[in-house]
């Protein structure tokens, strides 16, 4: 490979990926810091890096190098066959989507979010209904655009896990679903039920942000390259491994939400810190799928954090904290965060419940973008979805098909990614343990630093290397499957609810 | 004028400068909230606008649109006249300074800084002097390239303070020192001398954050178009009328370094949310001057905040706020705030010794670029005009010539805008007082916003539409003079100091 080649084509992914880490502090500073009356203003700025970004991804100069560096491939040089591919794959992504199309959309969306709000607050579908149609008429132009084996949703899951199937994800989703709506049933008329009123016990917000950067630091969050912030939704940002940033929001009255909010978005945020910083900017220090990333936050949110050895250790910290918990035993604390209830809303979702809602959603998107399923069939199949998964029905759209953002952002593909996640973490966390026999016993004594690392080696430090499913079987030597997953969550939930 | 070409030309300028209010937001962050192991990062992200703004500011149909619009100039249009001369002069100046030699100046500013470091920490000038040997011969060349008609010095002053002259300047200038001389002597030997120490008294951090606020507010800063944070340095950042950001640093035991520095800031950040955000993005929504910008921040800090009437409403509330403050009197107070001493750091100086120190920089850059003073001469010129101007001579180099960052950063022609800021302040203030016979009354009530709308009205909604000499006419009826700002300083201190 010509060393020179490389160091010009290198250059200009790496002014690709600055403009990118700039859009992020931008997207970031509008959630957290922004005056209010900026937010056009903003937009224009997004605009103008989106403009630039585009012209710098889809020139022909860019196509030429990569084209000559194709032709010079060396197997055994996987750091430059890792970011060859990957940029191939954007720059053909990007030149293959018209700039008219993708103005096309972003003017459908911002109608559809305007017929959205109001749409959802008066639960209207039928209000909604025209621009869905629009949306998925787009969506499956991209798609075609794009290119496509077996069914065009596959172009669109592509962009958020790349290399996956929409066929081969149904396939495991389906025996998840096997697994967990039985499982649901059981525990809804289980024996013992948990105290959840424990949780709304007085925390002061202060405190718990304390107590929260605590935990952060435990599992090995970088403070001197990244930040906690607070934001309306919270969300994590890594601009690039030596600055990632996330946030998260406080309730008096609901310490989960910032407690387990911080160590999700700190699983988030110890892969972005991951990264071999030597490849910043490059494809080898970016994350390989949402579902990889997801996997990082679940894994420290619920393997971790809503396990009981993990709070042996942090329990009596968090009751000298917080004096309104003193008289919980840790068995009844323990029992409260692992609270299972189907719900309508999927944000509320507990770790049980929460990935049929994601499947729902699946099923119902893949049968729209494939014309199977007419849009205004959508709050039916919905509520039958619900009724079947979840054993409830939702008592409007409000509460049902309009409730996600989603679809009037012009996002399908995206949610897969959620339970993928899920069944990632599951695998990992199986992997650790059977590499690690003293990891129990670590995290027992607060000892996290250990996970981390096994995190880093065989997850966060390979960056875009493997291709998702490609990485769960480097690091698990399994390919996706269901039973980790299904494992955990029937070791942990049965002997809970008495099962 | 062709409305096409105007609306194409428009769309490049606003791209030009959104890019460049991501500049200020990138530079913002890096004082305010970036994590400190990212420094090297943003400046790659710095770098990366650089490039593109560059790239964009002297394209050829950048030229090209200007060409065209100027054959088709209509007089009586003067928002569409100041926006094809302001981004010709800037489209011109980018064209003539190759970026060969803006990275030659990049790097050796970049030696110089690591040289002045520790050249200053030992008081070493000698260490220093092959370096600002080489920045000087770098901007004498980026001079002749832009090109000038009196001293090449002009060239490098305009980049500032757009139009300014040297010689023009130094004659004003030359009039304020006769004054100031004899004036700081005065001063020095008065009967009366301030308390000083009651300056020093406890004032918690978190309450001098919420007094200054209210001052802020009470001056008419619009906190929903800006906001207030912690920086080592403070500096005012306006990315557009909608999103302007200051910054202060706390000191307990010393309340004037935020309180005159939030209202300086504040000053700083009126001008930026007074343009018309029809405007955003062009010339017309940009400061004419850095003269101009400090002549806002100094009128607010010192004809407002070190007044005497502003503080017979404000003073109760400081010592409401603040009961250290308690058995102070408000004489006591005000001729505190009003301490003049001659001093051998200019960024401590008081406001009458504070110009004779931007005088002596002005007078040793200007004969340094004309090549007149030899770099080894420049400690003892330095310590003859200290103790010419200030009576005072340094013991050492840290404290004289190698004092201020500037030079090592190849800034020469900055200076003397502090100086011009000064007398502009003084020019306006008289102006506003004769326009409005209320206003020293609406002051003594605490009613600032009559004088931010006269501000606004006749300075900061013009933009960049008039040059600063020709503001300061159309504002106050005359030409930049001396007399204002003598007559001010005569009229505080001479009674205070019993002189």
């Given amino acids: 490979m010509d060393s020179e080649t490389y160091g010009t084509f290198i250059q200009h992914v790496k002014e690709i990926n600055t403009l990118r880490s700039i859009q992020a502090l931008l997207e970031w500073d509008q959630e957290t810091y922004m005056p209010q009356r900026a937010a056009e203003d903003r937009g224009n700025q997004l605009a103008a890096v989106a403009g630039v970004l585009h012209e710098k991804l889809t020139r022909d100069e860019l196509g030429d190098l990569l084209t000559k560096l194709e032709q010079e491939a060396d197997a055994e040089n996987y750091v ?61 132009e991209m798609a075609d655009r794009i290119g496509w084996d077996s069914e065009p949703y596959d172009a669109l899951m592509d962009e958020f896990e790349p290399g996956a199937r929409a066929a081969v994800v149904q396939e495991v989703f389906d025996k998840v679903k096997a697994e967990l709506v039985p499982l649901v049933a059981a525990i809804k008329d289980a024996p013992r039920q948990p105290n959840t009123s424990i949780l709304e016990r007085a925390c002061p917000p202060d405190k718990q942000g304390a107590f929260n950067r605590r935990i952060a630091e435990a599992m090995g969050f970088d403070f001197e390259a990244g930040r906690i912030d607070v934001s309306v939704h919270p969300f994590c940002s890594g601009h690039s491994p030596k600055d990632v940033r996330f946030t998260t929001r406080y309730d008096e009255h609901y310490i989960p939400m910032s407690l387990f909010g911080v160590m999700h ?12 910083a030597e490849h910043t900017g490059t494809p080898m220090a970016i994350n390989t799928s949402l579902g990889i990333h997801e996997s990082q936050s679940r894994l420290w949110e619920n393997q971790v954090g809503r396990s009981r050895l993990f709070w042996e250790h942090f329990y009596p910290a968090l009751q000298a904290e917080f004096p309104s918990l003193a008289d919980v035993p840790l068995d009844a604390w323990h029992f409260a965060i692992n609270t299972v209830r189907p719900s309508l809303i999927r944000v509320e979702a507990d770790e049980v419940t929460y990935g049929l ?81 003293e990891l129990d016993r670590q995290i027992a004594r607060g000892g996290l630093r250990p996970l981390r690392e096994w995190l880093r080696e065989n997850i966060h430090q390979h960056g875009k290397r493997y291709r998702a499913h490609e990485l769960v079987k480097v690091a698990t030597g399994e390919e996706l499957a269901h039973t980790p997953f299904i494992d955990y969550l029937n070791g942990k939930f049965r002997p809970l609810y008495g099962l």
Same sequence: chains 1, 2.
Avoid: S
Avoid at 101 to 109: C, H, P, S
Avoid at 265 to 276: K, P
Avoid at 378 to 401: E, F, K, R, S, Y
């Fill in 357 to 437: 809602h994601i499947m729902l959603r699946f099923d119902l998107e893949r049968q729209m973008i494939a014309g199977k399923l007419p849009v205004p069939d959508v709050p039916q199949a919905w509520n039958a979805g619900m009724q079947q998964l979840l054993a409830i029905t939702p008592p409007d759209d409000a509460q049902g098909c309009l409730q996600d953002i989603h679809w009037c952002m012009g996002i399908f593909g995206y949610f897969p990614t959620y339970a993928l996640g899920n069944l990632y973490a599951a695998q990992f966390f199986a992997a650790a343990r059977r590499a690690m026999p």
């Fill in 80 to 140: 430059a066959a890792t970011n060859v591919r990957e940029v191939r794959r954007e720059h053909d992504r990007a030149v293959k989507v018209p700039t008219e199309l993708v103005k096309r959309i972003a003017k459908a969306t911002a109608l559809a979010r305007d017929a959205w709000v109001p749409a959802r607050k008066d639960a209207d579908f039928p209000r909604f209904a025209p621009h869905l149609e629009i949306l998925l008429e787009l969506k499956r």
């Fill in 265 to 276: 978005e700190t699983g988030h945020a110890l892969y972005e810190q991951g990264f071999d």
